[in-house]
């Protein structure tokens, strides 16, 4: 089992920043691929990052997010990270991060661990 455990969430104004991680205690995360997804009051869930494994030399973004958020993994630290900029009112959503066994997806439907979330609520 891999229990993944987002942080960083929080409130913030249109135009700001926040810096969302993701780790676990129950396995190391460089063998994953990991990404974030997220999902909007009565939304369906979307695509938002990935990053390969172990390196992390590849990554996809979903367009909405290109040139704002950025994923990084630290597998010394165990950690994914997603930084996000320029943060819109349309960002706001429970962000969700996931973990695929093989190594790189951009699909939901490959990633067979996740976290229980946290909220990003962005403001006008």
């Known amino acids: 089992q891999v229990e993944l455990v987002e942080s960083g969430g929080g409130l913030v104004q249109a135009g700001g920043s926040l810096r969302l991680s993701c780790t676990t205690s129950?396995?190391?995360?460089?063998?994953?691929?990991m990404g974030w997804f997220r999902q909007a009051p009565a939304k369906e869930r979307e695509f938002v990052a990935a990053i390969s494994s172990p390196s992390g030399t590849t990554t996809s973004y979903r367009n909405s997010v290109k040139g704002r958020f950025t994923i990084s993994r630290d597998n010394a630290q165990n950690t994914v990270s997603l930084q996000m900029d320029s943060l819109k009112p349309e960002d706001t959503a429970v962000y969700f991060c996931?973990?695929?066994?093989?190594?790189?997806?951009?699909?939901?439907?490959?990633?067979?661990?996740w976290g229980r979330g946290t909220q990003v609520t962005v403001s006008s």
């Open positions: 996931a973990a695929t066994p093989r190594g790189y997806s951009i699909s939901a439907d490959e990633y067979n661990y």
């Open positions: 129950g396995r190391t995360l460089s063998r994953y691929g």
